[in-house]
């Protein structure tokens, strides 16, 4: 097995499309070898773009997230076909050094009731995982992919993760925002955001150039809002430049509002 790599998966031919972006924008920040799980040799892929390619059989659900582990390196960085990687990922490896498997706390799934679960383990988003194939996170997909089956009710392969970790002996840290910045709710950032999640891709791209409009000397702490396809950053410090901004953004989401009230 190579050392550390880059992890895919695509299974059908909307993320095979969806893929290609992703994986080239990685590639354009790091020099890590990138592989991809998919579930036919057919497709079109640009040539050079992933070292390798391993076949699989695909569910077509999020249960498909669990080929995870037939990752060809002994570190490994997931990452979903629906992200843009602006900078470079050393820091994500380098939790692996002390930690089995890393990922980021979700700010949602609590609408799930879990009796055996401590309502202080969070659910954590999939999107971006950092992980090694220890004997425990082995062992902790194997259990997860159990829980599919225990509780066919629930589709989301976040909730049966969250129980499955809670349950589990795997040694987890959890990281920052700067490394699963989703878009479509409220998100918060002091460092520079490398890997943005969400969709359609070409939005990544520019929120990603405003959210890194770092200003070192008053505003560390950004604050990313979005509305109705389009977004706001609010600066710890703000200035007037930004005050106008928001103005504008903010009266656009109030008439926008009001219009679809008369309607």
């Known amino acids: 097995m190579e050392n550390k790599g880059i992890l895919f998966i695509a299974t059908g031919e909307k993320y095979i499309k969806e893929v290609i972006p992703a994986a080239q924008s990685c590639k354009a920040s790091n020099n890590f070898p990138i592989a991809l799980i998919t579930d036919s040799d057919k497709y079109f892929l640009p040539e050079n773009l992933f070292n390798h390619i391993i076949i699989k059989t695909a569910c077509y659900s999020y249960r498909d997230k669990l080929l995870l582990k037939y990752s060809p390196f002994d570190q490994t960085i997931f990452l979903d076909t629906d992200t843009y990687v602006c900078d470079k990922l050393d820091d994500l490896f380098r939790i692996l050094d002390f ?11 609590y609408e799930f009731q879990m009796p055996n ?7 954590f988003n999939t999107g971006v995982i ?10 902790l997909i194997s259990n997860w992919e159990m829980s599919f089956k225990i509780n066919i009710d629930i589709l989301t392969d976040q909730y049966h993760l969250r129980k499955t970790l809670y349950e589990s002996e795997v040694k987890f840290a959890i990281f920052s925002s700067a490394y699963n910045f989703i878009i479509y709710y409220p998100n918060f950032v002091i460092q520079k955001v490398k890997i943005l999640h969400g969709r359609p891709f070409g939005s990544l791209i520019k929120i990603a150039k405003d959210i890194n409009n ?18 706001t950053i609010i600066y710890q410090n703000q200035k007037n430049k930004d005050i106008l901004k928001q103005l504008f953004f903010f009266t656009r989401a109030f008439f926008a509002n009001l219009i679809r009230k008369l309607k």
């Open 99 to 109: 930690r089995e498997f890393a990922i980021h706390q979700a700010d949602e799934g």
């Open 117 to 123: 679960v401590s309502n202080a383990m969070p659910e």
């Open 130 to 139: 950092a992980y090694r194939l220890t004997p425990n996170v082995v062992e």
């Open 214 to 231: 770092i200003r070192h000397t008053d505003a560390w702490r950004r604050m990313y809002y979005p509305y109705n396809k389009n977004f």
